[in-house]
Structure formats: C-alpha cells, structure tokens
C-alpha cells in the first residue's frame, strides 16, 4: 500500500505532520478528512520502507527474546487500555513508555509505526516472527476480524500466563539439582586442583608403588590442574556443538526419540508436548478459527516432529470428510484419553472445551511426574557426590594403610 505524507491542520488549528497509507491519494485525503485533519499542502507519496528495531549490541546481549511472562503481561495491559477506551495507537504508545524489555520495546514501537501507515495489527506483528509467533498472530488477526479484540486478548494474556506457570513449574523443580549439581563440581575441582596435589607429593617423595586408585587419582588431578582450561574450552566446544546439532532437523528428531525412551523424563516430555497441543488448539478453537485453521496453526507451535507429521495426517483426514477423534484413534502418537475426549466434543458442538479439559489433565500429570523425578534426582545426586568424594578418600588412605603395615 503506497505511504503519503501529509502536512495539515488538526481542529484545534494545531499543526501537524505525518504520513498514512492508502490506495490512492484521493482515498488518502478522505481518511484524513474524517480524522479531522485539514490539509494544507499536497500530498507527497512515499517508498514503503521497511523499519527494523534499532537495538544497540549491549542493549542486546542483556535482553534476548522476551520471555512469556513479559509477553503476557504486556497483553493484558493491552486489553485494559483498549477496554479503557483508548484507540489502538495511544495503547501502544503508552505500552512503549512502561516497556522495560528493549527487544519488546522497540517491536511495538514499530507495529504502531506500522499501524499508523495503514497496516493492521495482525500484519504489523507478522514482521516480527522472533517476538510474537504465528499463534499470537493469528489470534490477534481472528480479534481484528471479529471485531472482539478485548476478549481475545483476554484469552491470549489467559493461556500464555498458563504456560508461563507450567514452564516456570518445570524451571523451579529443576533449579535444586542443578544447584547442587553445580556446587558439588567446584568443590570436586578444588579438591582435585589445590588439596589433592598437596597430599598427594608426600607420596611421590617416598617413591613407594602406589594401589591402582590413587595413581588413577594422581593422573586425573595432574591432568585437571594442568589442563583445566582446555578441558572447560572443549566442554563448552562440545554444549555448542551439541546446542547446534538439536536445531538441526536430523538432531531434534534424533533427540525426541531418545528422550522419550527415558524412564519417567520421557513420559514428562511427552505429557508437555501434548499439553501445549491441547492447550492451544482448545485456546484457538474458543478465539474462532475453524479446526483445520487451529491444526494449522498448532502445528507450526508444537515443536515436536512426530506430532507435526501426525498433525499433518490429521488434516488430510479432515478435508476428507473424516472426524478428528477417529483421525486421532488410529494414530498412537495420541493417547485413548485425548480421542474419546475430542469425539464427546465432537458430539455435543464444545470442542475447545473438551481440548481444555484434556490439557488440564496433562497438566495435573506433569506435576506428579515432576515430584516422582525429584524424589529420584535428590538421593542419585547425593549417592553419585559421595561415591566421587569416597573415591578420593579411599585413594589417599590406601597408601598409608599399605606403609603401615610394612613399618610393622
């Protein structure tokens, strides 16, 4: 849509400046018309330039993606300024004045310049996929359509402020191993690199013929003191490489099958895979869109291989004519529960209620299986520590029992 600057009058006889989109400039006159504003020069038309957030490398590095949480929050303060009665535009200026996110920030810094050339919402955070992603987008777009934008944004704030939960659930109850975790390796490295070495001398002094375990104990503490630097290097070399491999398509695939294949983890990951589907196809259906629109969308969210193909199929059974309940009875990637829930939807007309029930349940099912993880994770920790200390101990004692039996 061509872009037209304007310079003109507003009904106060204040002077203002700016642009607008329209067809043509006739259509550009009119909007401005009714806006109030008077002009008083010609019309001059504009490149559609694209505008890119100008975000500074250090404001960057502290400010990555904006969490869900940030996301939703700003949402719902979206929905309350426009409830309030403020149009789109000043909403958004008032969210770009309480934003502290810079990324956030300067995303709707440029949808509301984008807005104010012509552009809907919807369209205007589509040039911003890292931030808002195609289910955020296609709600918004269902609310513009509609003509319910404060209700849909009441259900977007609503589902995003629950997965933020669960996420944060799944955050919190694997903080302590990983703490700990953390802690039991630097106390391990300074054992090895500054007290180890110290005891360790008095027996390379003797030149006595040490038991197999503490010359095991001597070379690894030679090497981790000596080496340490080279090994932290290859071990951050070998998370990256990792981190990389797990974007891939080859990778993910690779790394779905394996971890669902661990006791009690593979059941979690799957429980939360299938939690955010029935989550946000529930979410979806209730905003309006129709039920192939939703699996359409779903599947680009999911993030989970085998469910995009099975989503996939699913929609191929649907243009066919087919149920979705019995599309999802003969695909065993979804379990009986989720089938005879989407038929009894099916059948009294509420399928977005029936995904939101199930998602409630998988919901309730990730807790438990968190709590069973972490009564096994504590005490592995603990066993795994104290087998690596007791290892150490028994190394340096070793040799002395032996030189005290030879003195006797």
């Known amino acids: 849509m061509p872009i037209y600057a304007y310079t003109g009058v507003d009904s106060k006889g204040k002077a203002i400046e700016g642009a607008i989109g329209a067809e043509d400039p006739r259509n550009a006159r009119l909007k401005l018309k009714a806006s109030g504003l008077f002009i008083t020069s010609p019309l001059r038309k504009e490149e559609e330039k694209e505008k890119t957030p100008s975000i500074k490398w250090w404001e960057k590095g502290f400010h990555k993606k904006p969490p869900l949480r940030t996301i939703s929050l700003m949402t719902y303060q979206l929905k309350v300024l426009l409830v309030a009665g403020l149009p789109l535009s000043e909403a958004l200026d008032s969210l770009i004045t309480q934003e502290e996110n810079y990324i956030l920030k300067e995303a709707i810094t440029h949808v509301k310049d984008t807005i104010s050339q012509g552009s809907s919402l919807a369209d205007a955070l589509r040039k911003h996929p890292d931030v808002f992603n195609a289910f955020y987008i296609n709600i918004i777009a269902t609310g513009e ?23 944060s659930k799944v955050t919190q109850a694997l903080a302590y191993p990983i703490m700990m975790t953390v802690i039991g390796v630097g106390i391990l490295f300074f054992l090895m690199t500054s007290i180890v070495p110290k005891v360790l001398v008095v027996f390379e002094d003797i030149h006595a013929s040490l038991p197999i375990p503490t010359k095991i104990l001597v070379w690894s503490s030679s090497l981790l003191a000596s080496w340490w630097h080279l090994i932290f290097l290859a071990l951050l070399g070998f998370v990256y490489s990792i981190k990389r491999l797990l974007k891939s398509e080859t990778g993910r695939g690779f790394w779905e099958k394996f971890i669902i294949k661990v006791p009690l983890v593979g059941r979690l990951s799957l429980n939360l895979v299938l939690h955010r589907f029935t989550r946000t196809m529930g979410t979806l259906l209730k905003s309006g869109l129709s039920l ?24 191929e059974g649907i243009n066919s004519g087919r149920p979705l309940s019995d599309i999802f009875k003969e695909n065993n990637f979804f379990p009986p529960g989720i089938a005879q829930m989407v038929a009894v939807g099916e059948k009294t007309g509420d399928l977005d209620k029936a995904f939101f029930m199930v998602s409630e349940v998988y919901e309730r099912s990730i807790e438990t ?40």
């Not at 969210?301 to 995009?308: F, G, I, L, R, S």
């Not at 920790?381 to 039996?405: A, D, K, N, R, T």
């Open 369 to 408: 299986a968190l709590g069973s993880l972490l009564t096994l994770i504590e005490p592995a920790l603990i066993v795994i520590m104290g087998g690596i200390v007791g290892f150490i101990v028994l190394s340096i004692l070793l040799p002395i029992f032996e030189m005290s039996q030879i003195a006797h």
């Open 145 to 167: 359509a509609s003509g319910n934008m404060e209700e849909v944004l009441d259900q977007l704030s609503a589902h995003l402020e629950r997965q933020e939960k669960l996420r």
């Open 292 to 315: 192939l629109q939703a699996l359409e969308i779903s599947k680009e969210t999911v993030h989970h291989k085998e469910m995009e193909a099975s989503l996939i199929k699913a929609e």
